[in-house]
């Protein structure tokens, strides 16, 4: 019997712990998320103590969107990596791919693209990205990849600084002629300096990195969760709200804002061909039905005048019959205005007929010399 009962509590044991290694997010749990603690724009301590950055404001975000609870570690690198495969924390808000991390943790999918860029002066035409260096003075953050990919471009004199904010400055001063970095630290720097207006990006993207969260492997239940809410931050803008808080609004290289202005261009040119060809159509719809109409109105006075012939002759023909009586006769319409006299009644009265027609009878001097007859 007492053997019966170990094995219960054996095997409900068991399924406790097997539960506990598959995460369920419930509303009162409480997520740990892990991250870089000076790694500015992304995640970094400020100057008042508080955690900031474009990954600490998403995975609020993100929190928000799943409804739950969510604490934000701020560590060092290292120690988030030990963190995370020891189970201390549930995540590691920004992490780049590589093969080597995909066999040790799970990612969500990619929220952030970064690359390296070729920053210039506004008003600059020579360099027109990283292989028309040569000869040039191109500055670069100390101990970044940036300086690697310089080396394959030929004769190009490195200029090292200690971080992107200094080469900025030497840039704009023309002490170099260009910086190549970190793409988004860089749009950061130039918009927290306001210096939008002084510097452009040329040339193509090089060096793609994608960023994702990283999770324990197996933690597919979180991952999910987190990779609908992006989703969902994506469609309703909070997610580019908070990418243009910390990163502004993108400098388009060079010649992707002369392929803006083209495709600008081109609308606008299709747009008013578009309207030049329904202007011309409804023009032509417009010339087709004026035609018709003056055809058909053509057709009416044709007809009208062919009607006012025939009672032009119909009247002279009935004037002819009563002038060819030889009584006098008067002729009136149902209203008693007098439409004719006919020659003889004109003698009689000696009377011109064509002062009295349209005149009224009872009206006129007639009446004591003419009797009028009632059938």
């Known amino acids: 019997m007492n053997y019966r009962y170990l094995l219960i509590f054996f095997i409900l044991v068991v399924m406790l712990f097997a539960s506990s290694n598959s995460y369920c997010t419930k509303p009162e749990d409480v997520i740990i998320i ?43 690198w290292v120690d988030a990596h030990i963190s995370l495969q020891n189970g201390e924390i549930d995540a590691i808000q920004g992490m780049n791919y590589n093969d080597a991390r995909f066999t040790m943790y799970d990612f969500s999918e990619e929220y952030l693209k970064n690359s390296l860029v070729c920053f210039v002066r506004k008003d600059d035409t020579e360099v027109l990205g990283l292989n028309s260096l040569t000869g040039k003075r191109a500055a670069v953050q100390r101990s970044d990849f940036a300086a690697y990919a310089l080396a394959d471009q030929g004769e190009i004199e490195v200029v090292f600084f200690s971080n992107l904010d200094d080469a900025f400055e030497k840039l704009i001063e023309n002490e170099v002629d260009a910086v190549v970095g970190n793409k988004l630290t860089g749009l950061y720097i130039i ?5 939008e207006d002084q510097l452009k990006i040329v040339g193509n993207d090089i060096s793609f990195t994608s960023y994702g969260m990283a999770f324990k492997k197996g933690n597919t239940l979180l991952i999910d969760e987190f990779n609908t809410a992006l989703e969902s931050l994506k469609k309703n803008g909070i997610y580019y709200n908070i990418y243009e808080k910390w990163f502004g609004k993108e400098i388009l290289p060079a010649w992707k804002q002369q392929l803006k202005v083209f495709y600008t261009l081109l609308v606008i040119i299709i747009a008013v061909i578009l309207l030049n060809l329904l202007f011309i159509r409804m023009n032509n719809i417009l010339k087709m039905e004026v035609e018709k109409r003056t055809i058909d109105l053509k057709y009416v006075n044709l007809e009208l005048k062919r009607n006012q012939q025939i009672i032009k002759e119909s009247d002279r023909y009935k004037e002819q019959i009563l002038n060819g009586i030889g009584n006098g006769l008067i002729t009136f319409d149902k209203n008693g205005y007098i439409i004719t006299v006919n020659k003889s009644c004109e003698n009689l009265l000696n009377i011109n007929g064509r002062d009295y027609a349209g005149r009224k009878y009872d009206e006129t001097d007639l009446g004591v010399s003419v009797s009028i007859l009632h059938f």
Do not use: C, S, W
Request: glycine share 10%; proline share 6%; aromatic share 10%.
């Open 34 to 76: 892990g991250g870089e603690k000076n790694y500015p724009p992304f995640e970094y301590i400020d100057e008042e103590g508080e955690f900031r950055g474009f990954n600490v404001d998403l995975m609020k975000a993100l929190a928000l969107q799943i409804g739950i609870d969510i604490k934000l570690v701020p560590m060092d």
């Open 191 to 195: 918009q927290k300096k306001k210096i």
